[in-house]
Structure formats: C-alpha cells, structure tokens
C-alpha cells in the first residue's frame, strides 16, 4: 500500500516536468526564421541586422567565462559569438541569476534535458556559435553553463546593463 502510494506521488511529480520537456522540446523543434517577439526579464532576441557589437565569448574546461563580465547599454543588440576551448560541451545561457539556478537544478535532475532558446548557445567542442540579443531593460543579469556541475563549478559571468 505504502509504495503503491510513493509511485503515485512519483507520478504526479514526474508528469509536469515530463511537460515542461515537452514544450522545450517542440519550441527546439520549431526554429522560427522569425525573430521571437517575447519580452523576458533579460531582454528579447535580437534582429542581427541591428547589431551594434560583437562580443566574443571563450568558454574552457576550467569551468569559467572570459570575460566573466560584461558591460551593456540598456537597447544595444549584442551578437555574442560564443567559443568552446575545452574538450567537452559549454552552452552560454542568458537569464537572471534566479532563473539560470532555478534551471542548473532542473539540469541535474534531468541531464539529457535538449532544449533551444534563442538566449542560448550550446557550443561542442572546438566550436563557435552566435546569438543575438537586444538588453532592452536595465539590470544586472547573468550568463551561466547549464551542463550538470558547470554552474556549481562556478561557469557563470555578469552583465550589468546601464539605464538610458
Ligand atoms: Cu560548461
């Protein structure tokens, strides 16, 4: 009774995240040539034609970003070109602090987690990749690797963007 009891509980718990999976998986699915229009809490994707900088990122297997912080104005479009000098996966996410912890956990839980956004980049070994982000509200923010342990390890940089 009582572990029939635990596997429905398992149950229930195991459903909503099997669903949240879902959706990341149908939105990784779907890449839109379109530029999203979502507003997150960090910004929106940007139009690469409105670029005004590059910023090019190196990722490595000591765990750590370089640079490890950034500097924006509030409404510049960033195109991060984003490298991985190490021997295993990096992705460079955007989000606030709250939300790329809230994820690191959820990556642990769940490490074969496949999911793309356009805040972030998952760069194979001896690879580059691109995004391109419009910072159109002032704060601090953060970019973070996501892999199980990455994080934790300390693979997470700043950026401070400036109010206009
Ligand atoms: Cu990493």
Redo the contacts with the bound molecule.
Sequence with gaps: MKAATAILIAGLVAIPMAQAHEAHKKAAGAKPAAISTEEKAFGRQGDPKRATRTIHVD?NDT?RFSPASLSVAQGETVRFVVKNSGK????FVLGTLAELKEHAVLMKKFPNMEHDEPYMAHVAPGKSETIVWQFSKAGDFHYG?L?PG?FEAG?VGKINVTAR
């Design positions: 990722m765990m295993v996966m990096h992705e690797c892999l990455h693979m």
